[in-house]
């Protein structure tokens, strides 16, 4: 099964602070994806990288950055929190070529909460 | 653009009858389409997809979902609902056509199954 990890479930931060949420996938993939997820909005993308180094804007980059050293790490990065990102941060994967499956695979998430 | 609409908030059943959560999208070309499910504090997992083949897919949980190009939908449906179907449940669509794989989500339906 296509584990995906997510370093914390829980984190409280202060405005101002720098943040690093990180997300591992154990299955090779080369498509990571950053959303946040708000109640009503559904998962909104931040950014999504297909390959090591590479990195694409979503829908929502904006105080956000991402870095990608490792195929299976992909972190997801708040130069400066702010109240406004407190939010259900999920990370997902999927494989290139899909063979098939195309479906994303989820971590458990990290619930922010910046104060 | 790609969208998804979940034009209900919240689905109240009760357990035993069969439930129906709706789904419409707008996507160019042809459709993937997919339903997520979440439980508290939980992160997305995979129920079923529609790539091509069979209008009417069927899932995990004995969820199963009919696509209908016509009125471009993808409502999930199934016979029989059990108290422990409480959840929240994603729509998410792409385009065949796009390589990175990336999806866009609805807002969600949170489902309600009474004893």
């Known amino acids: 099964d296509v584990k995906v990890t997510q370093s914390s479930r829980y984190l409280v931060k202060r405005t101002g602070e720098k943040v690093f949420l990180e997300c591992v996938q154990d299955?090779?993939?080369?498509?990571m994806f950053w959303y946040r997820q708000d109640p009503g909005l559904g998962l909104r993308l931040i950014y999504f990288?297909?390959?090591?180094?590479?990195?694409e804007k979503g829908d929502i980059p904006e105080g956000y950055s991402v870095s990608r050293e490792k195929k299976e790490r992909f972190s997801l990065i708040l130069e400066s929190a702010s109240t406004n990102q407190t939010s259900m941060y999920l990370c997902?994967?999927?494989?290139?070529?899909?063979?098939?499956?195309?479906?994303?695979?989820f971590g458990p998430g990290t619930r922010l909460t910046v104060t | 653009a790609q969208s998804v609409a979940q034009p209900e908030d919240q689905v109240n059943v009760a357990e035993g009858n069969p439930l129906t959560v709706k789904c419409t999208y707008s996507?160019?070309?042809?459709?993937?389409l997919f339903w997520y499910v979440q439980y508290p504090n939980r992160g997305l997992q995979f129920l079923l997809k529609?790539?091509?083949?069979?209008?009417l897919v069927k899932g995990s949980y004995g969820f199963e979902a009919e696509f209908n190009k016509s009125q471009t939908s993808f409502h999930l449906k199934k016979p029989s609902a059990l108290v422990s179907d409480s959840a929240l449940y994603f729509c998410?669509?792409?385009?065949?056509?796009?390589?990175?794989?990336?999806?866009?989500f609805g807002g969600g339906t949170r489902l309600m199954v009474k004893p």
């Open positions: 997902a994967s999927s494989p290139l070529l899909a063979g098939g499956s195309y479906e994303q695979y």
């Open positions: 299955m090779d993939h080369e498509n």
């Open positions: 990288s297909y390959d090591v180094k590479m990195k």
């Open positions: 996507v160019s070309g042809n459709p993937y």
């Open positions: 529609y790539i091509t083949g069979d209008n």
């Open positions: 998410a669509v792409r385009s065949a056509g796009n390589a990175g794989n990336m999806l866009t």
